[in-house]
């Protein structure tokens, strides 16, 4: 099958494992094909999702004229057939996001199932632990362009005001029939979060340890951390950086880095931040810290924003100094 996943060396006291994890090709095993093939088929949407988001621009105009000139039909008709178009490509989007979560629990449940520990796991389940990371590099790319796109909420918001105003003169549009009110409600609580997909991901997860009360919580978060350590580990050690093919594989390795250290922020009960994670934030954030701030800017803040314990008392000042 091939070591994908070599340890080269381990120093785990006061490093941490040294490991390369081969995320540009990990290929399934007979045992891991199962869970493989069901996530494969979510993650194939995942690029024309990203294609579609990054496309989208929103019907600002056509609203701004519809709310300037409220008398007239035309503007309000305009503005109506640009904007449902839009709501029908928000659902999908939402969509995706359930089936998302599902992969997620998927995974978990396949890469935490005992007796194995987290570094087992991530030796004999290497494609998995490779569609975990891509999952998060997804999630992130998402949230990164909602992040930067007003329109969406603008469209959103214009949608459901006109729906409402017609159920007042007791008519139904026949954009009704795709998202109905229930919809429309689930719809607007996803979009209203700053990092829709991440949050999603997070609730899954805390969910996902909630209900395996078999499982210990530490399954779960040392695999999150065991993760991002590799990350780290991969993107400060030169030797390591060099064997990738693919210009794109340092952002891709400090999304996913980002994305576990939020996910086991939310789950663990002290946090990524505390001085007993089993994470090195300091580390973390200065090989963020390295890039050009172009590329990461996005990553501190999802750090900076999107955590549950960066504020805490038992944050050091040096941890949330870097992250200033």
């Given at each position: 099958m091939g070591n994908l996943l070599k340890v080269l060396a381990c120093s785990e006291l006061e490093h941490g494992p040294i490991v390369f994890l081969d995320f540009e090709h990990a290929q399934p095993t007979e045992a891991e094909t199962a869970v493989w093939n069901q996530v494969s088929a979510v993650l194939e949407e995942a690029h024309g999702i990203l294609a579609e988001l990054q496309s989208y621009n929103g019907a600002g105009q056509e609203i701004r004229e519809a709310i300037q000139n409220p008398g007239d039909l035309q503007l309000q008709e305009k503005a109506w057939n640009a904007v449902c178009p839009l709501v029908a490509k928000l659902k999908r989007f939402y969509e995706f996001s359930l089936r998302l979560e599902n992969a997620l629990r998927s995974l978990l449940e396949a890469l935490t199932s005992p007796p194995y520990a987290p570094m087992q796991h991530l030796e004999?389940?290497?494609?998995?632990?490779?569609q975990f990371a891509e999952i998060l590099h997804f999630t992130l790319s998402f949230d990164e362009l909602k992040m930067t796109n007003p329109a969406i909420q603008n469209d959103f918001s214009y949608y459901r005001r006109t729906i409402s105003r017609n159920r007042l003169n007791n008519q139904q549009l026949e954009a009704e029939n795709e998202v109905n009110n229930e919809m429309a409600n689930r719809m607007s609580l996803f979009?209203?979060?700053?990092?829709?997909?991440?949050?999603?991901?997070?609730?899954?997860?805390?969910?996902?340890?909630?209900?395996?009360?078999?499982?210990?919580?530490?399954?779960?978060?040392?695999?999150?951390?065991?993760?991002?350590?590799?990350?780290?580990?991969?993107?400060?050690?030169?030797?390591?950086?060099?064997?990738?093919?693919?210009?794109?594989t340092m952002l891709f390795c400090m999304r996913v880095m980002v994305g576990v250290i939020i996910l086991y922020d939310h789950v663990h009960p002290v946090g990524a931040f505390a001085k007993t994670s089993k994470i090195d934030m300091k580390g973390c954030i200065k090989v963020l810290k390295e890039q050009p701030s172009?590329?990461?800017?996005?990553?501190?803040?999802?750090?900076?924003?999107?955590?549950r314990h960066l504020n805490d008392d038992s944050t050091s000042k040096q941890i949330r100094a870097l992250l200033q």
């Open positions: 004999r389940e290497q494609a998995l632990a490779k979009y209203a979060e700053a990092t829709p997909m991440l949050k999603t991901l997070s609730n899954a997860t805390t969910k996902f340890v909630s209900e395996n009360k078999t499982l210990p919580i530490e399954d779960t978060t040392d695999c999150l951390s065991t993760m991002a350590c590799v990350c780290r580990v991969m993107l400060e050690t030169p030797e390591y950086r060099c064997r990738f093919t693919n210009t794109d172009n590329s990461v800017e996005g990553l501190l803040n999802a750090l900076r924003y999107t955590t």
